[in-house]
Antibody, heavy 116, light 110 residues
Framework: QLQLQESGPGLVKPSETLSLTCTVSSGSISSSNYYWGWIRQPPGKGLEWIGSIHYSGNTYYNPSLKSRVTMSVDTSKNQFSLKLSSVTAGDTAVYYC????????WGQGTLVTVSS | QSVLTQPPSVSAAPGQKVTISCSGSSSNIGQNYVSWYQQLPGTAPKLLTYENNKRPSGIPDRFSGSKSGTSATLGITGLQTGDEADYYCVTWDSSLSAWLFGGGTKLTVL
């Protein structure tokens, strides 16, 4: 069964760049035509899609975050990554990596707090 | 405000049935699969149904997904207190080239 695991700093300073990596196991990130995505959930709020990336490097981003988001993929490590620049307290959230299409699979999530 | 509209809350008694609606448009629900998730406090969303009406292994048949036109519905029968949670629908929007989440529905089992 496909497994995803987020990793990265739990605390980021305002105006800096948030960086997270998702490691995929029990399946190859490049073996299918699916996109791999990031979703976040601010405390007490709903789920928000950030963006998705194909192993070829093609991306789709949420228009509301597009100017600050960069996603990349490393097929040799079976990983994909998220960078969110110029963060503010409003970017504090639990960040999930997931495959939303086909048979969906999610990571357990990682809390990222933006604070000085 | 979400493009996919869900009722903020629903409630029913133990043992009863409840339905949660998710309303969209022709560019999202109307032409793409819908998934439903259950989220208990402090936990990651748990997949309940995918591709409109398929259930992952381990999900009891008390949970069912359906779709008609530009709306989708999650049905839960034989309600249990453990079903109290937030529920989200999600689908792809072909016009926006974006994944959309519903705003979430809080289920209370009275």
């Amino acid at each position: 069964q496909l497994q995803l695991q987020e990793s990265g700093p739990g605390l980021v300073k305002p105006s800096e760049t948030l960086s997270l990596t998702c490691t995929v196991s029990s399946g190859s990130i490049s073996s299918s035509n699916y996109y791999w995505g990031w979703i976040r959930q601010p405390p007490g709020k709903g789920l928000e899609w950030i963006g998705s990336i194909h192993y070829s490097g093609n991306t789709y981003y949420n228009p509301s975050l597009k100017s600050r988001v960069t996603m990349s993929v490393d097929t040799s490590k079976n990983q994909f990554s998220l960078k969110l620049s110029s963060v503010t307290a409003g970017d504090t959230a639990v960040y999930y990596c997931a495959r939303l299409a086909g048979y969906p699979a999610w990571g357990q999530g990682t809390l990222v707090t933006v604070s000085s | 405000q979400s493009v996919l509209t869900q009722p903020p809350s629903v409630s029913a008694a133990p043992g009863q049935k409840v339905t949660i609606s998710c309303s969209g448009s022709s560019s999202n629900i109307g032409q793409n699969y819908v998934s439903w998730y259950q989220q208990l406090p402090g936990t990651a969303p748990k997949l309940l149904t995918y591709e409109n009406n398929k259930r992952p292994s381990g999900i009891p048949d008390r949970f069912s997904g359906s779709k008609s036109g530009t709306s989708a519905t999650l049905g839960i029968t034989g309600l249990q207190t453990g079903d109290e949670a937030d529920y989200y629908c999600v689908t792809w929007d072909s016009s926006l080239s974006a994944w959309l989440f519903g705003g979430g529905t809080k289920l209370t089992v009275l």
